[in-house]
């Protein structure tokens, strides 16, 4: 950021430009990264690691930390991942890493970066265990936003008696988020015996006609009991709907 | 018949085509009516009323009737209806007429008519009131086949207290054919409760994206419990699946 | 109900039956009316217009103002509603109709009834006039609910100045409903400028390739900002689930 | 199982969150298997082997071993095998592995288990070589469930001679299961010729339009003979639904 | 015609104009009429009548007869044949039409006018009634070529013994147009019983997954014996193919 | 073959078996080879190497040559040929092979085989070098069923004028197989020129929306001049029909 | 206008609102319509009469007239014709109004509204007359941006013939805007014969498989020659697209 | 060349061939180059490296710096960038070659080669850095049709200020090629802020439903704004659509 401003000072740049450029992002060689969208949007920054070099990462990544303290990535991979402590051991020493290899997802914060705290509690619920990496990524960017975060796993609806048994516990979340993937029913079942906004999560498994979660998708778009639904394994904007829901939630306590 | 007979007799038909001709299938100037479908494949057959005018199905009703003393049509409107009362009444005025204008279906059989009688028991579950037509139509066949029908309604997965309630029911039965239209999730949900097969009957209700059925039909193909499946409002299919089934069972008792 | 106590009184249904009954639905020769919904989950039962006759309507709608004080009929024509309005003035005369021709809702209610009134505030934003419908069913749930609404109309981002004028009547909601048909872009334009939870609403508006609300919902699903969807004109889903959203805002002030 | 018990006598677990627990699942850490699906539903658990570690397929096999005395896993590659046959090695010596690698499914069973056995006989029915991994997937769960297997192959349409060949032999079948892929004619040609149930089972061969068998899967749907279909590749599904069938033709003999 | 010589005369069209309007068309107020197809690709132009006004299509048919002997209609409804009879009587009193009301063609001739005459025989063969649409389309156009028709019907799969029944006569075609809907599996069964091409016309009969032609058309992409395809419903593009195939057999007798 | 008869000799197998057996195909572990296939259709059979092992072509090679004279293996990889080249020559040493590496087939003849012979000329036309593949599968299979092969290459509809140029060797062939990728337009441009039949080959080229041969399918099934169609890439299927053309053109000759 | 500048004095607007409204767009009752529209986008406003009752067509068209000089109507229909004129004749009795039947467009302009003159000329192609209609709406809007417009009708590719004449008209053009349906390979093979940007226009002709403009929008996006596209039937945008590129060529003549 | 000439002095090729020959295309082993594709239609003639050998690559590559001194070839992979650099360094020495290693593209040159140069603009605006790809293939053939280029970079609506500050230098282009992936709202954003032609470029980016640029492509053609489109990642037609109206403006200035 120094360096714009020295260019700004030395004449290279326009205020106007400036102005522009620390109104909302930050530039590596690697692409733009939106370091002010948190406050803008309440929804952190996030780099997404599918279809970027390790290199590109580390350079976001170092970007995010110094600009706000925490750099979220999803969809990395190992490679990447090296590449990301490499960098962030160079430039922030003190920063500590947290990784889910299984989730697929890396949070770096420095030290002094405070992680806002919602009075607030997001259910994050799977059908089985094909549905842990979308969740997974939904639970982390919950606890990111200052939600807590309750797991309930494996209530799949074959069978029902697993399903009943989490009743109360579902009941007692602020906002839930459901995923299934094949046939999708659980978020519809779920929907039918809670009183709080279920957020459907569809999950890429299956195989032949309506796999890959489609018909997932296209059953909780169907659902006889209302539901709001985010895209096939997008564990993310489930995570980030559900951390607006309880941002507002925490607002009014 | 007759008329073909003495063609042979007067050699205008070889006794091969005339072999041919009697081994299956009997024509009338709408079409050819299979009058043997019934001893080789255990189905009765049908008339669909769907694109044919109503002098077409009378004449295919009348040469059902008269050559096996039943005539069975499905998806037929009132002024069909109308024609084949007509005709019948010429030509079987003892025949008598049942006709399900909801459901749509149409059976006129004879005096004479032994319905078969199986020892063994469909049951026809459906979702909701939209589900009545496919299903109405498959309790139909399964009836003339020969099996008994137990009619389960209204037992959708949004309030699964009703579900439940059903669960010593539904396990009484033999087969069960379980219709449901827009996510269609409860033949997943009762074949997780349940010893028995279960056929999925996806039914064409729902608007946007998986409407018409399609979603329904998606999921019952993707359900994580064990299901087989016939097409979009094909009422007619699953209940002659069961009535097969229904045969199979019988013969052993 | 009473009928279905005298049956009990009579041993004719058994009191087991008779719990699962009270527990939760009321039946109507035309179906069922699931009148323990709104304790059990939040929503409001709503009956469907589209495919059932006015009679079948009218019955529904009679039994939910016995049972719960209220009728909600979305999808409604112009024969159903003096349908609902004859059987309403003779079995409940004092309760009172709206009816929104444009957006084809009816609610009819007792004097007796008590709206729920939550402190919470929804958006409903919209693109053009052809998003009226969906937007307007939303709109009367969401009110039903109990919780206040904000129309925003007509800030499609063909003229990206409207939108921005609006920016700071959006931030003041508590959640936004945001329909738009044809490219859908309006809700990822919203998402992009206000930090509170945006619901998308695609409409089935354009012709051609990714007509008839596909293209909008695809497009909310792909959203580079993070939305939740509902399906393709699914206004009561929209307005449920940011009702529900409101309840737990309202639970917390 | 012990350690739940005993997490019960310490009063860490209820007593109520106990019986759930055993009363139809066991957990290890690679998810959870259900004990006592086979006694509820009739269909025996089983472990798909797509998409998880070997590490975890072999957990899951162990915990199925020692709670049923049998696991099966289907779409195993080699390196889960290995995994499988050491963990079972340590913790079962006495169990016995039958691997079919073509059709990749794995059973093993202990000295004590008792397969059940019905007596009635399934037939598995391919067009072709490329129908072999579904159909035998589809064989070992029908002698999985005690039915007996009859196997016929290789009566593709395009040699209508061999199919009529066959005739005699599929009409003593109790029920049929029929595998093809392409345009997936053959459920439909003996549906025709035979009085017994056809499940049609489509094979994910073929390209361009319609392939991976979608035209085949379309043409079961719409087949003009009486069907019921399972999902593409979907053997398991199929095998099951006539093992079902078979148990109750097993159960009035 | 003769109007544009004088428009050359006159100077008002150049003869390069005028060569090219020769050379191949025929121009009315309705549109242009291709009047030298025929001799260029042994094609008979057609008027195409969906989606015209009974007075354009008369316009049409008056320049074919004008310029060619012959006008053939196709997809024609009862106003326009009216008109059409009306405008023919008019310009060509001598002329003769035929109009088949089912497959909906209307042919109009002069006296002078010499239908080609081939050396070859065409099959047409039907699955059921409803393939008589596009198959009497396909008739009509073989036939208006020059080439004789033979007519097979009602041969459909469900009862195999009629296929079979027919299959000296469909050998002794030189070519054969095979139309079936549903699951279209007819076209596949016969190419596997005789050595002669065969042409598949898939017909848009069938409702939910695969319906209105696709389950046909893609299972006769697909078929495991060798056949090439028309679009759904193209029993003229089906007809011409064969008449240019019986052309070219004529032309070597 | 000897193996077979030596069985009925021994009385394991019944002589009915053995009649089915011989009156059409031969068995060897790798599958069914269907020997008489190209009397009873006209069609040599030939092996599909996609999805086979190596030793599985082989086998069926080898059973090929033995029983006809003559293997044909279409989509063969280098080790499969490597396999068929082995195999072939221990069983079949005066044997000789041909190999297209780039079009993927591969032809095995003894040295009595009698290839048959037409009197009738075949065209096969490319619009760019990505169509080579399914265009010299087509023209091999052609050659084998005795017809002549011309091959016009590089006439894309993109430089019309190269169209044109060839129009005159276009028009001397019996039939043309016109193949093209992308927006498939050169056999519609074809068919518009000349007098011949002329079947559409759609080749699996272009990438986004239609690519994979789905818009040149299409766009060849919608053609405004008559074709009739194959699948995407089904070389061998349009050189099949071809082959059965040209057969009965030389019928006559 | 007037009523919202008295608002803005009677304090009832504040001036930042009356800005926004005065800045681009005028209110009625129906809806906005975006007055300023031209100026800041260069495309003339336009009313889209699909959806839309007569009465709302007919205040839309009068706010246009009144604050633009000039109404444009787009898929209009004979009722909504006779409430604009009658509307327009009591507010603005001088202005003028053209309407095109077939093409469905309307246009109602005032004595003093001046139409811009670029110098610059659109050829608009048709391949058939169903083409007609959406290109009837391109030089409708092409001629109202102030382009001369060509009309080169009828000169699909089954007559390759006529195309070849037209080369010179099209090669003089400064846009090409090429309408086809079905296969839609005319704007690609005009693309190869000229050196001038051509928007490609498919139209919804044709049935079956790829039937509506599906094909031809598929086509041209896999066009062999460069083209871009627009959407199946909006002459609108594709008259706007070449509108816009004549005004950049205008400005620098 | 020369070869032609002298086939043409030996006899062996005809001159009325050899006409055709030079009229527009050179041949090589590897396929034919249109040499003078771009004096006919304005369209450099290029090479896709995709599906080639890279052999193939560098024959072709040849034979356009030899013809046309120029080779341009896009979706180039490494190894085939070598066998073009050693290819050329043998037959053109003088040559120079640029390569793109991200966006995939190489340009050979010879030095007296004369790139055209246009008095024109050409504006390429990207959402996100995964647009680079197409975008670079867009910019660099604009280029070597000779307009100027203007990159506009990460300019996506998830922050409305970037997009709108970039307004002005989005207003001073000509023409914009903009390109977006996932829901591409984009290009409809800005063409409802300038005033000049924008071309919509849709990028593959986006998982899940309307994945793979389809949700970009359908919502480019359902735009709210007037865009012309090109296929998903088809950079190489977005660059010659904008290049042939910079042409067109070109020639007027």
Redesign the interface.
């Known amino acids: 950021m120094r360096d714009l401003l020295e260019a700004v000072a030395a004449g290279e740049v326009s205020p106007a430009e400036a102005q522009?450029e620390l109104?909302?992002?930050a530039?590596s060689g690697?692409?733009?990264f939106?370091a002010t969208?948190e406050s803008?949007?309440?929804?952190p920054e996030a780099i997404l690691g599918d279809?970027?070099t390790p290199a590109?990462v580390a350079a976001l990544a170092e970007t995010a930390v110094e600009t706000t303290g925490r750099a979220i990535v999803t969809r990395i991979e190992a490679p990447a991942v090296t590449a990301v402590r490499e960098t962030v051991a160079d430039t922030a020493p003190a920063a500590t890493l947290r990784w889910d290899e299984r989730a697929r997802w890396l949070v770096a914060t420095t030290p002094s970066f405070e992680r806002p705290s919602l009075?607030a509690t997001v259910g994050v619920v799977t059908?089985?265990?094909?549905d842990a990496v979308p969740a997974g990524e939904a639970a982390m960017i919950v606890g990111e936003m200052g939600a807590a975060v309750t797991r309930v796993d494996?209530v799949?609806?074959?069978?029902?008696?697993?399903t009943?048994?989490a009743v109360d516990r579902l009941r007692d979340q602020?906002?839930l988020i459901v995923a299934a993937g094949?046939?999708?029913?659980l978020p519809?079942?779920v929907?039918?015996?809670?009183?709080?906004?279920v957020?459907g999560l569809?999950v890429?498994?299956?195989?032949?006609?309506?796999?890959n979660?489609?018909?997932?998708?296209?059953?909780?778009?169907?659902?006889?009991?209302?539901?709001?639904?985010?895209?096939?394994?997008?564990g993310?904007?489930?995570g980030?709907?559900a951390g607006?829901?309880a941002?507002?939630?925490?607002a009014?306590?």
């Open positions: 522009a109104a909302g992002y530039t690697a692409g733009r939106d969208r803008r949007s309440g929804v279809g970027k590109e009075d059908a089985g265990t094909s494996d799949g609806v074959a069978s029902m008696a697993r009943i048994d602020d906002v094949r046939e999708g029913a519809t079942v929907a039918g015996l809670v009183d709080v906004p957020i569809p890429s498994t299956g195989y032949g006609h309506g796999g979660g489609e018909a997932a998708l296209s059953g909780m778009l169907q659902s006889c009991t209302a539901l709001s639904v985010v895209n096939v394994d997008a993310f904007t489930a980030v709907q607006l829901i941002r507002q939630i925490d009014t306590r």
